[in-house]
Nanobody
Framework: VQLQASGGGLVQAGGSLRLSCAAS????????MAWFRQAPGKEREFVAA????????YYSNSVKGRFTISRDNAKNTVYLQMNSLKPEDTAVYYC??????????????????WGQGTQVTVSS
């Protein structure tokens, strides 16, 4: 399984970005896909998750209402649409895949595969 994250960049506060995570090497119908982020000097934190089979989504409180996770089945790609960005959203964003499809969405140790990360910088 390979996950390729892209779409990061520099944006002003209040702006938007869309991250992509292209997944390959397997069918992902039973997987949970997620985005995590890690800011300098901080631990990696959960952002959003999506259950591939049902489309169920789950968000951290810090991004709920501003970020949207979605998938494109035909492209085997997961997206993270980020709106109303804030300087505190600045971090390296990682996509991740949980092959067992557990319900522990926020636990990074549950995820088996990780992308390489993409930098998001929000200026004030």
């Amino acid at each position: 399984v390979q996950l390729q994250a892209s779409g990061g960049g520099l944006v002003q506060a209040g702006g938007s970005l869309r991250l992509s995570c292209a997944a390959s090497g397997r069918t992902f119908s039973s997987y949970v896909m997620a985005w995590f982020r890690q800011a300098p000097g901080k631990e990696r934190e959960f952002v959003a998750a999506l259950r591939w089979s049902s489309g169920f989504t789950y968000y951290s409180n810090s991004v709920k209402g501003r970020f949207t996770i979605s998938r494109d089945n035909a492209k085997n790609t997961v997206y993270l649409q980020m709106n109303s960005l804030k300087p505190e959203d600045t971090a390296v964003y990682y996509c991740a895949a949980d092959r067992q499809g557990t319900y522990y969405y926020t636990i990074s140790g549950q995820y088996d595969y990780w992308g390489q990360g993409t930098q998001v910088t929000v200026s004030s």
